[in-house]
Structure formats: C-alpha cells, structure tokens
C-alpha cells in the first residue's frame, strides 16, 4: 500500500464519522483528515515541461520547481519534501 492509497483510506474512514456526535468522534475524523492531507502532501511527482520542472503533490496542488530545487533535483535526483 503506497502513501496516497493509504491517505485515501484515512480519507474514507473519516467520511464515515460525524462532527455532531460527541467529542471523541471529531476528534478522531479531525485527526483521519489530518492524517491524509499530511500523507498526501508527502507524495509529490515531478513533470519535465517547457517552462521548467512541475511538482505535484498527492492532492493536485502543483507549482513549478525554483531553480534551487531544479538544482538539487539535477544533482542529487530528490525533490523537496513539501509543496
């Protein structure tokens, strides 16, 4: 199981879960949807384009590489740990 099937199970188990109950329920759906956004933002895909290197974490937010990550991406292969 990767990162984003795991954060879309958290995701989904959370769906199940209400704020309205009592305390204890939001705060666990609280924690699940953190828990997933976290692990989502933890997986992040790198795309050549013309205008320079494209980040895309496991949500869909994306943003184009500074030429200090495109840097270290060229020398070392790794990408930055957050978008």
């Given at each position: 199981?990767?990162?984003?099937?795991?954060?879309?199970?958290?995701?989904?188990?959370?769906?199940?879960?209400?704020?309205?109950?009592?305390?204890?329920?939001s705060q666990?759906?609280?924690?699940?949807?953190?828990?997933?956004?976290?692990?989502?933002?933890?997986?992040?895909?790198?795309?050549?384009?013309?205008?320079?290197?494209?980040?895309?974490?496991?949500?869909?937010?994306?943003?184009?590489?500074?030429?200090?990550?495109?840097?270290?991406y060229w020398?070392?292969?790794?990408?930055?740990?957050?978008?």
């Amino acid at each position: 199981m990767n990162l984003s099937q795991l954060a879309t199970k958290a995701q989904s188990a959370a769906y199940c879960l209400t704020y309205n109950d009592d305390t204890l329920q939001s705060q666990a759906k609280h924690l699940l949807l953190e828990c997933a956004h976290r692990l989502d933002s933890l997986d992040i895909r790198a795309h050549k384009k013309r205008d320079g290197l494209l980040l895309v974490n496991g949500r869909g937010k994306s943003r184009y590489a500074t030429w200090r990550e495109r840097l270290a991406y060229w020398i070392s292969g790794a990408l930055p740990r957050n978008i």
